[in-house]
């Protein structure tokens, strides 16, 4: 048998099939495989370093006198970032890849800009128009 994790057991040798698990499905399965304890290290370190960004920003925006409009693009901004989150960590389980941790970690920024900048628009096209 090959080392690559997502190929089939050997149906030939019933012997190691009782034991070896089938991992092609990886991605959705939830494993007891010891790499997958130091990414969930790694998770929360970046869960509570997005939280540590998100905090500060929201404190801020909310102390802005606009009318609360800075706010609620923030806001917006952590939404949309907790629910990509959400659907990362309901799709992948506990298997996640480096890109994984890594869109956790600083995911919040292009999101942020993003909302930011589209909250933006929507305020002067509706609000101000």
């Known amino acids: 048998m090959s080392d690559n994790p997502y190929q089939s057991p050997n149906t030939a040798d019933l ?6 698990k089938h991992r092609s499905f ?4 939830r494993t007891d495989d010891p ?11 970046a869960i509570r370093f997005t939280l540590i960004q998100q905090l500060p920003v929201l404190i801020f925006t909310s102390m802005v006198l606009d009318g609360g409009t800075l706010f609620k693009g ?40 993003i909302s930011f900048n589209a909250w933006q628009m929507i305020a002067r ?3 101000m128009g």
């Open 26 to 29: 990886r991605l959705t399965a």
């Open 125 to 127: 096209l509706f609000c």
């Open 74 to 113: 923030a806001a917006v901004a952590v939404i949309a970032f907790w629910a990509g989150v959400a659907m990362v960590l309901l799709r992948r389980g506990t298997n996640f890849s480096e890109s994984d941790v890594l869109l956790i970690k600083w995911g919040y920024l292009p999101t942020s800009l």
């Open 35 to 45: 790499r997958d304890a130091s990414n969930a290290g790694a998770i929360s370190d």
């Open 15 to 20: 012997g190691l099939l009782s034991q070896a």
